[in-house]
T-cell receptor
C-alpha cells in the first residue's frame, strides 16, 4: 500500500520561481528517492538521500530529510518550463538487518506546471 | 549507462486474450526487477518483485495467476497479463537494479496496455 503522501497535489508557478514539494512517510526507511515523470513516460531518477543524511544538492535540486518527522522536501530553484512534470518521492523500507528491502513505495506525486 | 527498455511501448488487445510485456536491462545485469502499474493521474503501485532464477514475490492483492512474471536471465523479465479485461488497462512500468550497494532502480519507459 502507498505509504507516502505528497503535497501539494498540484503546483503551478511562473518560470524563474522556486518550487517546493513535500513528502511524508510512515515507516522507518533506509533511503528516500525523488523521481520525475513526464506525462505518459517512464521515471527519471533525480536524487537519493540516505536516512543518515539531512540535506543533499544536485544542480538546481535541493532535498532535505527529517527522519524524526518522517518527511522530505524537494526544492527546485529557478524553475524552467521544461521542469513541468509529475514528481514522486519513493521510500525504501529498512529490514530487520538494517539494510534495504530494495523495493520502493511511491508517494501520490505532485504535478508541477511551470508557465513560461 | 543503466538503460532499461520495455517492449512493446503500447499494445491494444481484446478482452480474454493474453499479452506479454518484456523488460530488458541493456547495459547491466539486473539481479532484481520490479513491476509496477500506474492508472491515469495516479502513482505507481508495486505489483511484484522478481529475482533472476527464482519465483516472483507478489504484493498483497495482486493475482499471481493473472500476472505471470518470469525472470529467466539477468537481462530479461517478462510480465504476461492473462485473460485480460478492460480493468487491466493501465500503464505498466518495470525497473531493474543491479548488484552492489547502490539502491537506485532504473526504470523502463513503460507499456500502455488497452484492453477492449
Amino acid at each position: 500500500s502507498q505509504q507516502g503522501e505528497e503535497d501539494p497535489q498540484a503546483l503551478s508557478i511562473q518560470e524563474g520561481e522556486n518550487a517546493t514539494m513535500n513528502c511524508s512517510y510512515k515507516t522507518s526507511i533506509n533511503n528516500l528517492q525523488w523521481y520525475r515523470q513526464n506525462s505518459g513516460r517512464g521515471l527519471v531518477h533525480l536524487i537519493l538521500i540516505r536516512s543518515n543524511e539531512r540535506e543533499k544538492h544536485s544542480g538546481r535540486l535541493r532535498v532535505t530529510l527529517d527522519t524524526s518527522k518522517k518527511s522530505s522536501s524537494l526544492l527546485i530553484t529557478a524553475s524552467r518550463a521544461a521542469d513541468t512534470a509529475s514528481y514522486f518521492c519513493a521510500t525504501s523500507a529498512i529490514n530487520a538487518g538494517g539494510t534495504s528491502y530494495g523495493k520502493l513505495t511511491f508517494g501520490q506525486g505532485t504535478i508541477l506546471t511551470v508557465h513560461p | 549507462g543503466a538503460v532499461v527498455s520495455q517492449h512493446p511501448s503500447w499494445v491494444i488487445c481484446k478482452s480474454g486474450t493474453s499479452v506479454k510485456i518484456e523488460c530488458r536491462s541493456l547495459d547491466f545485469q539486473a539481479t532484481t526487477m520490479f513491476w509496477y502499474r500506474q492508472f491515469p493521474k495516479q502513482s505507481l503501485m508495486l505489483m511484484a518483485t522478481s529475482n533472476e532464477g527464482s519465483k516472483a514475490t507478489y504484493e498483497q492483492g495482486v493475482e499471481k495467476d493473472k500476472f505471470l512474471i518470469n525472470h529467466a536471465s539477468l537481462t530479461l523479465s517478462t510480465l504476461t497479463v492473462t485473460s485480460a479485461h478492460p480493468e487491466d488497462s493501465s500503464f505498466y512500468i518495470c525497473s531493474a537494479s543491479g548488484t552492489g550497494s547502490s539502491y537506485e532502480q532504473y526504470f523502463g519507459p513503460g507499456t500502455r496496455l488497452t484492453v477492449t
